[in-house]
DNA sequence: CACGGAAGTA
DNA sequence: TACTTCCGTG
């Protein structure tokens, strides 16, 4: 297991310098069965640059992204979940469903943006850290 | 488009 | 639990 104190980033050759930390990238922690969660493939398409023209991190804001494409976001939803029938209509509900869950929240105003709460994520990757100093806990 | 209640799935 | 499906409201 790396440290808690790594926080390599990754920057998207030739982009605007956004980047983000490496441990808001953690694909799955659970070795095998665990289904992918949608922030998970989020962040997985957001990754590569090969899905710039369907969704994209959003220049100035940390953690903003736009979904340009909300098509064929929703159709690659639908193929990775075996959910054919997928549309922006239903994956952007389980995207609201996230902001009670303090994982994301809507930029208002702007068309198919959302933003990342990265703070929420240290939290769900890493249940033992602890926010208030910023050290890790044991239990 | 965006929101959120309500019921359904695995 | 984490969505998926459906839908009335603004």
């Known amino acids: 297991m790396r440290g808690l104190g790594c926080r390599r980033v ?9 980047a983000f930390p490496d441990w808001a990238y ?10 992918i969660q949608l922030w998970h493939f989020i962040l997985e398409l957001l990754q590569k640059e090969e899905f710039r023209h369907v969704i994209a991190w ?23 979940k075996s959910k054919p029938q997928m549309n922006y209509d239903k994956l952007s509900r389980a995207l609201r469903y996230y902001y ?19 703070s929420k994520l240290i939290f769900v990757n890493y249940p033992m850290w602890d926010m208030r100093d910023g050290r890790a806990q044991k239990s």
Request: charged share 35%.
């Open 10 to 18: 990754r920057s998207p050759a030739g982009g605007a310098g956004l």
């Open 26 to 35: 953690k694909a799955e922690s659970s070795p095998g069965s665990r289904q």
């Open 58 to 80: 959003q220049q100035g804001e940390y953690g903003e992204f736009v979904i340009k494409d909300p098509d064929e976001v929703a159709r690659l939803w639908g193929r990775r």
């Open 100 to 118: 009670n869950k303090r994982i994301l929240h809507k930029t208002k105003g702007k068309r198919f943006t959302y933003k990342f709460n990265f």
